[in-house]
């Protein structure tokens, strides 16, 4: 999954979106805020960065975040997560999904004209946007380990 979300250039002005974090510890889902930086030039080009990375509890250097947008009808949502194959399973992620996770998902709604809304409103999209995302990264991991390495670009 490419990464969707890069520092902005330029000064920036730092506020915040509320969105919902999936820990491990947890029986559901959590609504957090998320730091974000929002640049004086804003543009597609040059949109804004949410710091989901830094609501998770095991961020190691050898552990990548990954990012992806998902459509549910006429909302999209951004989803980033990791995969720790040491973790023990998400009790808030098999919940909603009943796909065995190891590690920690966080969605926030973002908008065609708005790059990212301010508050989360409807945590059963979110609930859908996390199962698509699972998946999604549960089949790509298992395509990787039958495709020989020589024909993966990533």
Partial sequence: MPSVQRQPRGP??????????????????????FNTDIPFNESHANIRYVDMKSKYSRTGTSLSVHESH?????????????????????????????????????????????????????????????KRFAEVFKHRRIAKKLVPKTILVN
């Fill in 12 to 33: 920036v002005t730092r506020t915040f979106t509320e969105g919902y974090h999936f820990g491990p510890l947890w029986s559901r889902r959590k609504v957090v805020r």
């Fill in 70 to 130: 998902v459509h549910i009808g006429q909302d999209m949502f951004l989803v980033s997560g990791y995969w720790d194959p040491k973790a023990d399973v998400s009790r808030s992620i098999f919940a909603v999904t009943r796909v065995i996770w190891r590690g920690e998902i966080s969605v926030i709604r973002a908008g065609r004209y708005i790059p990212y809304c301010k508050r989360m409103k409807d945590g059963k999209k979110a609930d859908l946007a996390v």
